[in-house]
């Protein structure tokens, strides 16, 4: 059975509507993945600003914690300082030649070494 012009006509007509139809889904298929990926793109920059601001107030919060573990090291020194200071106060008091004779051999020593190191020039 031969087919008649008609027939082959009709049957790329069908081929035709086939392939338009075919074509049309690939182009909505396409549209569709473009707006995934553009929802896709929006979810991850709003993820990064996310992140991000999580980290600057992790970051901020360690530079508190930083700053109040040093003023607090600063206060004990200088409370040391002070303890140090008052200490050494009572015992200049209590002894006072010991320590005439310390000052006095420390400025000894002092000239010693300017006097040695003027001779070296």
């Known amino acids: 059975m031969a087919k008649t012009s008609s027939d082959a006509a009709h049957e790329r007509a ?35 600003r996310l992140r991000a601001s999580d ?7 360690r530079g508190h914690d930083l ?13 040391s300082l002070a303890e140090a200071q008052h200490d050494l106060r009572r015992s ?15 400025v000894g020593t002092g000239l010693l070494v300017a006097l040695l190191m003027e001779r070296r020039n």
């Open 92 to 106: 200049v008091r209590s002894h006072p030649v010991p320590w005439a004779g310390v000052l006095l051999g420390m």
């Open 14 to 48: 069908d081929i035709e509507d086939h392939e338009r139809h075919a074509v049309e889904a690939i182009r909505a298929d396409l549209e569709e993945l473009r707006d995934d990926v553009g929802e896709l793109a929006q979810a991850l920059r709003r993820h990064g």
């Open 55 to 61: 980290l600057g107030a992790e970051a901020t919060r």
């Open 67 to 79: 700053v109040e573990d040093t003023r607090d090291a600063v206060l004990e020194m200088r409370h």
